[in-house]
């Protein structure tokens, strides 16, 4: 009888911590830190430069659980939109269905590469800082190559 008491009492504990974080609410819509694109914004930004662009969703757990490490990289990158014409931004796909959906974005989180205006690839890595940030440096490097090389076939 005391096991049942312990099991009954763990998953009520369980159920009432899912509850907690479900009706917690979605994650600010605004971040200072990150450049938020919208349908009137989105062509304009992400014509010129590379382009790291995180589409997601205010009410998903996967995308509240992302949300600091996207504003700690989006911080300790932004040297790179000076030195490599890289930049970090996100899309709330709530409040731009349509963007989203011209993007073909079919789930949340999705972190898309687009460079000068087209789409590039999708990152399908881990969602850690540090593999994140990994990605990053090694297509901003890509991108001072393609700038080098531009700039000396212009001349």
Not at 10 to 36: K, N
Not at 125 to 151: E, M, P, V
Request: glycine share 4%.
């Amino acid at each position: 009888m005391s096991l049942l008491i312990r099991w009954l009492s763990a998953l009520l504990a369980l159920l009432a911590t899912l509850a907690a974080v479900s009706l917690a609410g979605p994650m600010p819509a605004y971040d200072p830190a990150v450049l938020s694109l919208t349908e009137g914004n989105f062509t304009s930004c992400t014509d010129k430069g590379m382009w790291l662009v995180e589409f997601f969703s205010p009410y998903c757990p996967h995308c509240k659980r992302l949300a600091p490490t996207w504003r700690d990289l989006a911080d300790a990158e932004r040297h790179l939109e000076d030195s490599s014409d890289f930049h970090m931004a996100r899309v709330n796909c709530i409040a731009q269905g349509d963007l989203c959906s011209r993007n073909n974005i079919l789930g949340y989180p999705s972190i898309e590469l687009f460079r000068d205006g087209t789409w590039a690839e999708t990152y399908e890595g881990d969602r850690s800082f540090d593999d994140l940030d990994a990605y990053i440096q090694a297509r901003a490097a890509d991108n001072r190559k393609l700038i080098a090389l531009t700039q000396r076939f212009s001349s």
